[in-house]
């Protein structure tokens, strides 16, 4: 069972503290900082396991430029061919170990990453999961996308790559400098030289570049949005006209990306010269001055060699390090979006309120979706247990906004909206399901089998109760809602039946089939009231009749509220509500409202007049 929003739903006003141009909010650097250090103690055998394999693996590479000078050397003095070739066993004895040690402290690192990915995204979904549905649905769904999936990716290619990349850059640059400075005190000072082009590029880069990731990752949000809301309403598009505003839109997005892309590359064309800089300058006066130093005596061959193959060693170090710390940047500035949903608040007041009855009572029930823009105005509905109502009205009169309140989407800003004499609004999120569910013209289905999509709706067993004993769906029991709503034919010719895929590249699902599939579902999560808005909108006039009986003569003292626009099926209605600029305008059966000869009977003539092909209204 999925919503979706409609004319009549205006989106809801971001929040305060939302940057210009988001649609979600970003987290705090403090908050950044928490999320870290949790994930550190809730890690942190794993993360010693890859420090102390990374730091065994990179002292083990040290050996080797030693032995390397040691050889040069000891060449120089006509040394034994035997120690020539143990020296040389030696070095490659040393490279294997150094292979295996990295070998396994980079499987330490993957497990690591595969768990960040899997618990950031699970987490992110549960948060959203937990929001209302209004909020859901009032931000662009491409940046909700974005935040768990390219998003995640990045955080996930932060910690799994970046993470242990700067570590073992940092413990490598730490390890060469003792190595140097024991090797020779003298000539290891000259590094000091190298050390202004690191230090004032990276504090001219860091900056700019921390604006230009954050301003690149919404603004490619925004391109997954253009592209998910093209994609979605294409149907709408080619029906307006609007291709080429949306293909404009869509290339303005694209525009953006691309001119902060240039921008950080140009930033990088400044600062990675410069980081090559701190380590040839270096090496250069290194080359000057151990010359001078080897022809008074006061160093040797083989420390100049070392020292020379320790500079080298120096520059890929560093410019891994800062490299990876500016992907580790981008992973940062992905966890803030990721973590601002959590900023974003649960709106509800859950006071654990059950109802002790099925009656629906709104008194004097208003809502707005912004401030001083209501949308309905003191709607007053008695629904009794097992009524049959539907909801009239031309576009825009407030149907679809009544419905999402019947079913907690929206709470009213003022007014009284109950069931069975509990608010909606103190009602726990599982409660407040298993008494109304909302279905409407949009309905997704889900990639896996068609039992998946059929049992998302827990199983309650004797008296209501949920829980893992009594989850667990019979096959008669999906056999029979499919039947109801008629689509066990269509089911039965699956190759698999009901474990058949579906929603995948081989098996596409007509939009109709979409809508039977939650009609169905709707049925197993069997409530005690059932809103539908325009739920059989794409089906023939015969089949959307023929499905709505079926399913009232199986849900029979159910109370069933639907929200429509073709008055075909009306006259099965008990009561008739219309609506009109967000105010029920008139109540009553279909036969008792023809007879006023007001609105309503003013709807039923323009639908008869065009011959029951035109919605009524809108």
Do not use: C
Not at 63 to 71: A, C, D, I, T
Not at 86 to 107: G, H, I, W
Request: glycine letters at 10%; hydrophobic letters at 45%.
């Amino acid at each position: 069972m999925t919503t979706t929003r409609t004319a009549e739903a205006t989106p809801l006003a971001p929040p305060a503290d939302e940057q210009p141009g988001t649609r979600l909010p970003l987290a705090r650097q403090q908050e950044v900082h928490h999320w870290f250090w949790t994930f550190v103690r809730g890690n942190s055998g794993r993360i010693t396991a890859m420090l102390t394999l990374f730091g065994l693996a990179l002292a083990t590479g040290l050996v080797g430029p030693r032995l390397l000078g040691h050889l040069v050397e000891s060449v120089q003095r006509s040394t034994t061919t035997w120690r020539v070739d143990m020296v040389a066993l030696v070095l490659v004895a040393v490279l294997a170990v150094q292979a295996l040690l990295t070998r396994a402290a980079q499987v330490q690192t993957t497990l690591l990453g595969e768990k960040v990915l899997a618990e950031t995204r699970e987490s992110f979904v549960r948060r959203v999961m937990r929001l209302p549905l209004g909020t859901v649905e009032s931000v662009g769904t491409g940046d909700l996308l974005s935040r768990a999936t390219s998003d995640v990716d990045r955080l996930n290619e932060g910690i799994r790559l970046a993470m242990p990349r700067i570590l073992m850059a940092a413990v490598t640059l730490a390890l060469t400098v003792v190595a140097m400075l024991l090797t020779s005190p003298l000539l290891s000072l000259l590094l000091l030289t190298g050390l202004p082009f690191a230090v004032f590029s990276t504090r001219w880069y860091r900056p700019r570049a921390t604006r230009g990731y954050e301003e690149l990752l919404k603004d490619e949000a925004e391109v997954l949005t253009s592209t998910h809301e093209t994609v979605r309403g294409a149907a709408s598009v080619e029906a307006l006209g609007l291709a080429r505003r949306r293909i404009d839109h869509h290339g303005s997005a694209v525009a953006r990306v691309v001119r902060h892309r240039r921008r950080i590359t140009g930033l990088q064309t400044v600062w990675y010269p410069s980081l090559d800089l701190a380590t040839m300058v270096p090496m250069a006066f290194t080359l000057l001055a151990g010359g001078a130093a080897y022809r008074d005596g006061r160093v040797g061959l083989a420390e100049i060699t070392a020292m020379m193959l320790y500079l080298q060693s120096l520059n890929g170090p560093l410019v891994e390090l800062l490299s990876w710390t500016d992907e580790l940047q981008v992973g940062s500035a992905a966890l803030r979006r990721i973590l601002g949903v959590e900023r974003l608040p649960v709106e509800r007041s859950d006071t654990g309120a059950v109802p002790t009855g099925r009656r629906i009572r709104l008194r004097g029930v208003r809502f707005g979706y912004d401030a001083g823009r209501e949308v309905l105005h003191g709607i007053d509905l008695d629904i009794p247990p097992g009524g049959r109502i539907a909801v009239v009205g031309t576009s825009g009169a407030g149907k679809s906004t009544l419905g999402k309140l019947l079913a907690g989407v929206h709470h009213p800003t003022a007014g009284v909206l109950e069931i069975g004499d509990a608010p909606v609004s103190a009602m726990s999120i599982g409660t407040l399901r298993s008494e109304v569910a909302l279905v409407t013209q949009e309905n997704h289905v889900f990639a896996g089998s068609v039992r998946d999509n059929l049992t998302l709706p827990e199983r309650r067993g004797p008296g209501g109760r949920t829980g893992p004993d009594d989850n667990t769906w019979g096959d008669e029991e999906l056999w029979a809602a499919l039947r109801t709503v008629g689509l066990e034919e269509w089911a039965r010719k699956l190759p698999d039946g009901l474990d058949s895929p579906v929603a995948t590249e081989e098996t596409d699902v007509p939009a109709v089939t979409a809508q039977q599939i939650a009609l169905a579902r709707l049925l197993l999560a069997d409530p005690h009231t059932l809103v539908l808005d325009e739920a059989t909108a794409l089906m023939e006039p015969t089949a959307s009749r023929q499905v709505e009986r079926s399913m009232a003569a199986l849900l029979a003292g159910r109370s069933v509220i639907s929200i429509v626009h073709r008055l075909d099926s009306v006259q099965d209605a008990d009561l008739i509500a219309v609506m009109e600029s967000g105010r029920i305008v008139e109540l009553g059966s279909h036969h008792e409202l023809l007879e006023k000869d007001g609105a309503y009977a003013r709807l039923w003539r323009s639908w008869t007049a065009a011959g029951s092909g035109a919605e009524a209204g809108g």
